[in-house]
């Protein structure tokens, strides 16, 4: 039987599942925030092509654009992947069964693409009409001194489908190299590969991009352009992704020395395990808030007069507000993904006597810790690179206040999302155990 009838014949069987419709919520979001951004920079080009906006002020709106693309894109990737991490986990006895049952590996591998393609393209559908659906509010905010009509923030038809391709192609990527990670076996048998430890040279890429910056544009040693310093800034913001989970271990691990609950020493101990997993929640929402924190430099800079710093905080914000969203969704989705793919976990504590709202206690904290630590993490050091130009930054509270305002509620908007796992941990507790 060819895999993609076996397929259709278990999608029949089954009907869809909760892990479907939130993977494809979580498709939906990833598609809509992508066309969202691309929306932004295809306008920002327009406006330039067309005049309507000077060319030497427009040409740098345009390149601090693609910035924020670049900024966000991390997040669209991050949440294609806990999409399909949540299908993993309701998928791996019913490929075990299979592979017991004597269907080959090149079947199993089908069957996983075949799944992470259908809740894709549903994603991706949804996802356009989300999109459609906030462009006419997207398009009420002001820049370059004057908002955006609802046709400017409509790319091409080729720019959604390219964005609809992509979406598509990361779940398919994102389920191979899933299956890289949990081989089944012929006798039916989940195997996992336990993730390698993380390098301390994380930290010397960090540095080494934090010196570059401090050289070139805080101290100005060396001869440079306006985008030479947006830049540097960019790779700064970037190379947090190699110190974030580091420093989400280290301190996760001195929390664990140190818990004095069970529900702070279980959620510790899984930070540990699994930190590029913890960061990848979080990390989207501190690169935005580190981008944020040095973009609240520019009204200062101009006096709070300048068009274009105007421009820089505005974009920022939103930037930040839509890490907020995807980060808030993100939680949701990789804890309820946690919660099903450790299910034979807490079937056992529940077995030995943990009660129920500990483990629920554990959930929260599995993400309140990585979000302190690696968002806070992130806007300290913001804070340390601007030093120099600490009292300048504090000579524009507004930007200052929008900044700290808009971080505080992105975390609280995900630690409240993170709540829709908590309902899991009870039917996963208490479900009868596989023979």
Same mark, same amino acid.
């Given at each position: 039987?060819?895999?993609?009838?076996?397929?259709?014949?278990?999608?029949?069987?089954?009907?869809?599942?909760?892990?479907?419709?939130?993977?494809?919520?979580?498709?939906?979001?990833?598609?809509?925030?992508?066309?969202?951004?691309?929306?932004?920079?295809?306008?920002?080009?327009?406006?330039?092509?067309?005049?309507?906006?000077?060319?030497?002020?427009?040409?740098?709106?345009?390149?601090?654009?693609?910035?924020?693309?670049?900024?966000?894109?991390?997040?669209?990737?991050?949440?294609?992947?806990?999409?399909?991490?949540?299908?993993?986990?309701?998928?791996?006895?019913?490929?075990?069964?299979?592979?017991?049952?004597?269907?080959?590996?090149?079947?199993?591998?089908?069957?996983? #693409?075949?799944? %992470?393609?259908?809740? *894709? &393209? !549903?994603?991706?559908? $949804? =996802? +356009?009409? /989300? @999109?459609?659906?906030?462009?006419?509010?997207?398009?009420?905010?002001?820049?370059?001194?004057?908002?955006?009509?609802?046709?400017?923030?409509?790319?091409?038809?080729? #720019?959604?489908? %390219?964005?609809?391709? *992509? &979406? !598509?192609?990361?779940? $398919? =990527? +994102?389920? /191979? @190299?899933?299956?890289?990670?949990?081989?089944?076996?012929?006798?039916?048998?989940?195997?996992?590969?336990?993730?390698?430890?993380?390098?301390?040279?994380?930290?010397?890429?960090?540095?080494?991009?934090?010196? *570059?910056? !401090?050289?070139?544009? $805080?101290?100005?040693?060396?001869?440079?352009?306006?985008?030479?310093?947006?830049?540097?800034?960019?790779?700064?913001?970037?190379?947090?992704?190699?110190?974030?989970?580091?420093?989400?271990?280290?301190?996760?691990?001195?929390?664990?020395?140190?818990?004095?609950?069970?529900?702070?020493?279980?959620?510790?101990?899984?930070?540990?395990?699994?930190?590029?997993?913890?960061?990848?929640?979080?990390?989207?929402?501190?690169?935005?808030?580190?981008?944020?924190?040095?973009?609240?430099?520019?009204?200062?800079?101009?006096?709070?007069?300048?068009?274009?710093?105007?421009?820089?905080?505005?974009?920022?914000?939103?930037?930040?507000?839509?890490?907020?969203?995807?980060?808030?969704?993100?939680?949701?989705?990789?804890?309820?993904?946690?919660?099903?793919?450790?299910?034979?976990?807490?079937?056992?504590?529940?077995?030995?006597?943990?009660?129920?709202?500990?483990?629920?206690?554990?959930?929260?904290?599995?993400?309140?810790?990585?979000?302190?630590?690696?968002?806070?993490?992130?806007?300290?050091?913001?804070?340390?690179?601007?030093?120099?130009?600490?009292?300048?930054?504090?000579?524009?509270?507004?930007?200052?206040?929008?900044?700290?305002?808009?971080?505080?509620?992105?975390?609280?908007?995900?630690?409240?999302?993170?709540?829709?796992?908590?309902?899991?941990?009870?039917?996963?507790?208490?479900?009868?155990?596989?023979?």
């Amino acid at each position: 039987m060819s895999a993609l009838r076996l397929w259709l014949r278990l999608a029949r069987a089954t009907g869809p599942r909760a892990t479907d419709v939130l993977s494809a919520t979580a498709f939906a979001f990833a598609t809509a925030a992508l066309l969202a951004v691309l929306g932004g920079v295809e306008a920002f080009r327009m406006r330039l092509e067309t005049g309507v906006v000077d060319a030497s002020s427009g040409a740098f709106v345009l390149t601090l654009a693609f910035v924020a693309a670049a900024l966000l894109l991390p997040a669209v990737w991050t949440l294609a992947q806990a999409a399909v991490r949540l299908a993993v986990a309701r998928r791996d006895d019913r490929l075990a069964a299979l592979r017991l049952a004597g269907a080959t590996r090149g079947q199993v591998t089908a069957l996983a #693409v075949l799944d %992470a393609l259908a809740q *894709a &393209v !549903v994603g991706v559908l $949804v =996802g +356009a009409m /989300l @999109a459609l659906a906030v462009t006419p509010g997207l398009a009420r905010i002001e820049f370059q001194g004057q908002p955006f009509g609802p046709t400017e923030l409509l790319p091409p038809v080729w #720019v959604w489908a %390219a964005a609809g391709g *992509a &979406v !598509v192609a990361i779940a $398919v =990527g +994102a389920a /191979l @190299a899933s299956l890289r990670r949990v081989h089944v076996t012929p006798l039916g048998v989940a195997q996992r590969v336990r993730p390698r430890r993380l390098s301390l040279w994380r930290a010397a890429g960090f540095a080494l991009a934090a010196a *570059a910056y !401090v050289v070139v544009v $805080v101290l100005d040693l060396v001869p440079k352009e306006t985008a030479v310093s947006i830049a540097l800034v960019s790779i700064v913001v970037l190379a947090y992704t190699l110190l974030g989970p580091l420093v989400i271990q280290g301190v996760a691990w001195l929390v664990a020395k140190g818990a004095r609950s069970p529900a702070t020493l279980l959620a510790a101990r899984r930070v540990v395990d699994d930190p590029r997993g913890a960061f990848n929640i979080v990390g989207a929402m501190a690169i935005a808030v580190m981008a944020g924190g040095f973009a609240s430099l520019a009204p200062a800079m101009a006096g709070g007069t300048d068009q274009l710093s105007a421009d820089m905080a505005t974009g920022a914000a939103l930037t930040i507000a839509i890490a907020g969203v995807l980060g808030a969704v993100l939680a949701g989705i990789a804890q309820s993904a946690k919660v099903l793919d450790q299910r034979r976990e807490h079937q056992a504590m529940h077995r030995m006597g943990v009660d129920l709202p500990v483990m629920r206690a554990a959930i929260v904290q599995q993400v309140a810790l990585p979000l302190v630590i690696g968002v806070g993490g992130a806007a300290g050091a913001a804070l340390l690179l601007i030093l120099p130009t600490f009292m300048l930054w504090m000579s524009s509270p507004g930007s200052v206040l929008t900044w700290a305002l808009l971080t505080l509620g992105a975390a609280a908007v995900t630690l409240a999302v993170t709540s829709a796992a908590l309902p899991l941990v009870r039917r996963v507790a208490t479900e009868a155990a596989p023979a």
